[in-house]
C-alpha cells in the first residue's frame, strides 16, 4: 500500500471538484448521449467482473486544471484578513461594488 498524500488546501480542492464532477448532471448525459460506449472506438462501458471498462469524459480544449486551483486558492482560501459581523462585512461589499 502506497503512502498517504498529505492533507493540503490544493489537495482538498481536487477532492472536492473530483466529487462534483464525478456526480454531475453533465457528465451523466454526456455518457448518456454515447450509449456509455466510446466515441472512438465504441466499446461499452462494463462493471461486470474480470471484463471491468470505465468511460472517462473529455472535454475538448483540456480543462486548465492547475488555473482553477490557483483561482480557487488565490480568491477564496486565502487568510482571510480580519473577521467582520455580518453587518459590517455587507457594507464592506458595498464599499467595493
Not at 448525459?29 to 466499446?43: E, F, M, N, S, T
Not at 471498462?53 to 472535454?59: A, E, F, R
Amino acid at each position: 500500500m502506497g503512502k498517504k498524500q498529505p492533507n493540503t488546501p490544493r489537495s482538498r480542492i481536487r477532492a472536492a471538484l473530483r466529487q462534483l464532477w464525478l456526480r454531475s448532471r453533465e457528465r451523466a448525459a454526456a455518457l448518456k448521449k454515447h450509449d456509455y460506449r466510446c466515441a472512438k472506438c465504441g466499446v461499452k462501458q462494463s462493471k461486470a467482473r474480470g471484463v471491468e471498462v470505465s468511460l472517462q469524459v473529455h472535454h475538448d480544449p483540456p480543462i486548465d486544471w492547475d488555473g482553477i486551483f490557483d483561482l480557487i486558492f488565490e480568491r477564496l482560501l486565502n487568510v482571510p484578513q480580519y473577521p467582520l459581523c455580518k453587518e459590517c462585512h455587507e457594507i464592506e461589499h458595498e464599499k467595493t461594488r
